[in-house]
Nanobody, 124 residues
Framework: VQLQASGGGLVQAGGSLRLSCADS????????MGWFRQAPGKEREFVAA????????YYADSVKGRFTISRDNAKSTVYLQMNLLKREDTAVYYC??????????????????WGQGTQVTVSS
């Protein structure tokens, strides 16, 4: 598993961005995937997750209704569409893969492979 995130940038509040995370490995279609973010001075936090089939998704309350996670298994890529961005969405965003079966709720992980992160900055 090798994850490469992209699509970050500077956007005004209320705007949109779409993040992508491509896996160069061969087994992407069997992994549950997640997006996380870390703002300066804060701990990393969960943003969204999607099951290997794309059939189920889960979101943090802070992004529910504004962000959409999706995946294209043929392209080994997971996406995070971010709409109605707020200044508090400013963070480095990381994608992650869960290759180990979860013993709790599926979206909780563990996520054992991580991408390098992409910066999202929302200005007022």
């Amino acid at each position: 598993v090798q994850l490469q995130a992209s699509g970050g940038g500077l956007v005004q509040a209320g705007g949109s961005l779409r993040l992508s995370c491509a896996d160069s490995g061969r087994a992407f279609s069997v992994y549950d995937m997640g997006w996380f973010r870390q703002a300066p001075g804060k701990e990393r936090e969960f943003v969204a997750a999607i099951r290997w089939s794309g059939g189920s998704t889960y979101y943090a309350d802070s992004v529910k209704g504004r962000f959409t996670i999706s995946r294209d298994n043929a392209k080994s890529t997971v996406y995070l569409q971010m709409n109605l961005l707020k200044r508090e969405d400013t963070a480095v965003y990381y994608c992650a893969a869960q290759t180990i079966k979860s013993t709790t709720a599926w979206y909780l992980g563990p996520y054992n492979y991580w991408g390098q992160g992409t910066q999202v900055t929302v200005s007022s």
